[in-house]
């Protein structure tokens, strides 16, 4: 299987703070990775397919990037509602895989 | 638009068979280029895949859990079931459906179920 590596495992920021979480796959997997966030009891929601391609109606705030092994997902401007849980997924090998996730809590 | 809901008991006794129904409203389970698949989560933790389906019924299965995972798809019904036997107390989670979307070169789980808590004990 293929390992996903997230760091860090939580962080805490502010409204308006420029926040970044890394994901490490233990193989080259392109560019294929998605960024979900999930709240408290909720499903988790796509943010971002494909690496770096923005899910219809996400606010452009949230990008990603990366390929390979080593991919960055940011939030240009923290807002209130993204205070959550981040997951980074692989699909290029099965099974899929996800991160251990990465929790952004208000500092 | 389309969105999914999850059923079935909410305890299941160990060594016996968790059932769960996705079903699938707003769209055709067999329409577009789409899979649908199965995710858990056990409380305070991470995201697991357990597994997929295609409308034509083939299907792809996590190796951890693959003796035990079954997926089938109902498109008269527009529902797929996931049967996971001989449960253990690890297999206690919040179980989830989603869509999986299918682009030329990507695939994501686009629409999630609300999710539906499976408690394993006696």
């Known amino acids: 299987d293929i390992q996903m590596t997230q760091s860090p495992s939580s962080l805490s920021a502010s409204v308006r703070d420029r926040v970044t979480i890394t994901c490490q796959a233990s193989?080259?997997?392109?560019?294929?990775l998605n960024w979900y966030q999930q709240k408290p009891g909720k499903a988790p929601k796509l943010l971002i397919y494909d690496a770096s391609n923005l899910e219809t109606g996400v606010p452009s705030r949230f990008s990603g990037s990366g390929s390979g092994t080593d991919f960055t997902f940011t939030i240009s401007s923290l807002q209130p509602e993204d205070f959550a849980t981040y997951y980074c997924q692989q699909y290029d090998n099965l099974p899929l895989t996800f991160g251990g996730g990465t929790k952004v809590e208000m500092k | 638009q389309v969105q999914l809901q999850e059923s079935g008991p909410g305890l299941v006794k160990p060594s016996q068979t968790l059932s769960l129904t996705c079903t699938v409203s707003?769209?055709?389970?067999?329409?577009?280029?789409?899979?649908w698949s199965w995710i858990r989560q056990p409380a305070g933790k991470g995201l697991e895949w357990i597994g997929r389906i295609y409308s034509s019924g083939s299907t792809n299965y996590n190796p951890s859990l693959n003796s035990r995972v079954t997926i089938t798809v109902d498109t008269s019904k527009n529902q797929f079931s996931l049967k996971l036997s001989s449960v253990t107390a690890a297999d206690t989670a919040v179980y989830y459906c989603?869509?999986?979307?299918?682009?030329?070169?990507?695939?994501?789980?686009?629409?999630w179920g609300q999710g539906t808590l499976v408690t394993v004990s006696s």
């Open positions: 193989q080259d997997i392109r560019s294929h």
């Open positions: 707003g769209g055709s389970i067999s329409s577009g280029s789409y899979s």
């Open positions: 989603a869509r999986d979307n299918w682009g030329p070169l990507y695939t994501s789980s686009d629409i």
